[in-house]
C-alpha cells in the first residue's frame, strides 16, 4: 500500500491507498516503475492496535473505459447517501487525468465514468469538505506532469521549469459540482509563501511544492500539507480558507526509506494521526511501499511537532 487517504465513514477508518504490485517496469524519473492497475479499500476501528480487513479490489483499470495506464493515488468523499472515489491515471495518450466514480457503500465497488473530469490533468487528488463545500486540491511534478501545464492549459513545449528564484510551481484546487463529479470553476493556483509573504521560489527544494497535497482544518485554521518529492520531506503551511495563500509553518516529518514520501492527517476519536507510506518492509524499493500511521500532536500554538521518518 501507498499514497494513503483516510476517511471516517460509519464510524470506522476507510483506508484508501495506492496498490504498489512488481510489474517488472524499469525504474526511471518518470515514474513508470508505479505501474499500479487497481485499488483495495481496507477498514478498522481502531487506528493503532485494531484488526484491519481488506474489502478487496474496487475499481481496476480494465473496467475504466478512458484508462491508459499507472493509477495512481486517490481519495474519497461522502455526500447525499453516496460515496466518491476520485483517481489519478493515464489516458490511451499517456497523459494523466483525475477520474471519478461512485458507489453505495464506502467499500465499493465503485462505478466509474465514462470519462475523466473535465479540465482536469496531473495527479494526486485530495477533497476537502467545508460548511457543505467540496474542494479538490491535485498536482505533482515531474512524473507527475503539472510543468506540462499554465493557465489549465496544455504547453506547446512540453514543459517549463522556473528558475530557481523565480516561484515554484504550485498545486490547484478547484471547487467541485454539486454532484461531485465534475470542477465547478476553473483551477486556482495554490500560492505558498515563505517567511516574508513572498512565494516559495522554485530553488527552495525544501520547502516547495513537489506532489502530495492534502487539506485538514485545526482550530479554524487551513492546513496545507505536501510532499517536497526530491527532498523527501513532508511539510506544511497554514491559511484562513480554504483557498489560500497559506504561509509556510514548518515539517511534519523527515525522510523516510525509500524515495519520497505520500501521507494524509486524520481525526479518529479524539486524537490526530498522520498516516504515510515507506519502504522498510521490501529492503528499499521505491515500488514496493507499505502503510504505516503514528499520532499527529500540536503545540499550543497550533503547530505540529514534527516526527522523525527514520530514513
Known sequence: MADPAVHVFKGKLYIYPSHDWESGVSENDSGDHFNMKD??????????????TDHGVILDVKDIPWAGRQLWD??????????FLYYSLKDKNDVFRLGAACADNPEGPFIPQSDPIRGSYSIDPCV??????????????????????????ALENGAFYPAKDEPAICPRVARLSGDMLQFAEEPRAVLLLDEDGKPIAAGDTK????????????????????????????????????????AYRGV????????????????YKGK???FHHDCVPSGGKTWLRSLKVTELKYNSDGTIQKIEGGG
Open 39 to 52: 485499488y483495495h479499500v481496507f477498514s478498522t476501528d481502531d487506528a493503532e492496535n485494531g484488526e484491519v
Open 74 to 83: 486517490s481519495d474519497a468523499a461522502y455526500k447525499n447517501g453516496k460515496y
Open 128 to 153: 476537502f469538505e467545508d460548511d457543505g463545500r467540496y474542494y479538490i486540491y491535485f498536482g505533482g511534478l515531474w512524473g507527475g506532469q503539472l510543468q506540462r501545464y499554465r493557465d489549465n492549459k
Open 207 to 246: 520547502r516547495r511544492f513537489f506532489e502530495a497535497s492534502w487539506m485538514h482544518k485545526y482550530r479554524g485554521k487551513y492546513y496545507f500539507s505536501y510532499s517536497t518529492g526530491d527532498t523527501h520531506l513532508l511539510c506544511y503551511a497554514t491559511g484562513d480558507n480554504p483557498y489560500g495563500p497559506f
Open 252 to 267: 511534519i516529518m523527515t525522510p523516510v526509506v525509500g524515495w519520497t514520501t505520500h501521507h494524509c492527517i486524520t481525526e
Open 272 to 274: 490526530w494521526y498522520l
